[in-house]
């Protein structure tokens, strides 16, 4: 039988925002040591992969959470909270993140001489498609047995 949403619990905010900060942090990391490896020749490598890591983490927080409240209404016909739903919401949060980064690594090094930045950016967003979609997937697993946030509605 189709989730009708009728026992479907109540997310709160505060779930939201926490889960978009703690994603927010493993991003940031991520970000910074796959940009830190891939401009490690370059002089100022530490620069960019903190400026591209700082830019994430705030730019994409207001992302997040509008991608969490989007999912939360979302309705399937398989359980709320299955492994494919938690697939899809890393492929399209991904795609998203992807598309930011590579804006991102455009716009803040567009003055960075020497270094062609639409293939330094391609470098960073495959280097994170591969990589932060696992990791997204696991925030999304590690969440799901996180009860902080969630009001289960009692049953007649």
């Not at 926490?18 to 620069?47: C, G, H, M, P, Y």
């Not at 992302?63 to 919401?89: C, G, M």
């Not at 498609?129 to 969630?150: A, M």
Request: net charge positive.
């Amino acid at each position: 039988m189709p989730n009708s949403g009728i026992n479907k619990p109540v997310i709160l905010y505060k779930r939201h925002i926490a889960k978009a900060i703690t994603w927010r942090v493993f991003s940031f990391v991520t970000t910074f040591l796959l940009v830190l490896i891939i401009f490690q020749k370059q002089e100022n490598a530490t620069d960019i992969a903190s400026g591209i890591a700082i830019g994430e983490f705030f730019f994409k927080m207001i992302l997040y959470l509008v991608h969490e409240r989007i999912w939360y209404h979302i309705n399937f016909d398989f359980d709320i909270v299955s492994r494919v739903r938690h697939i899809a919401k890393s492929i399209t949060w991904r795609i998203i993140g992807s598309f930011v980064t590579f804006g991102l690594a455009l716009y803040l090094n567009k003055n960075n001489a020497g270094i062609n930045m639409a293939t330094m950016a391609t470098k960073v967003v495959v280097a994170e498609l591969f990589v932060k979609i696992l990791v997204y997937y696991w925030h999304e697993r590690i969440w799901y047995h996180i009860k902080y946030g969630v009001v289960h509605n009692k049953k007649d």
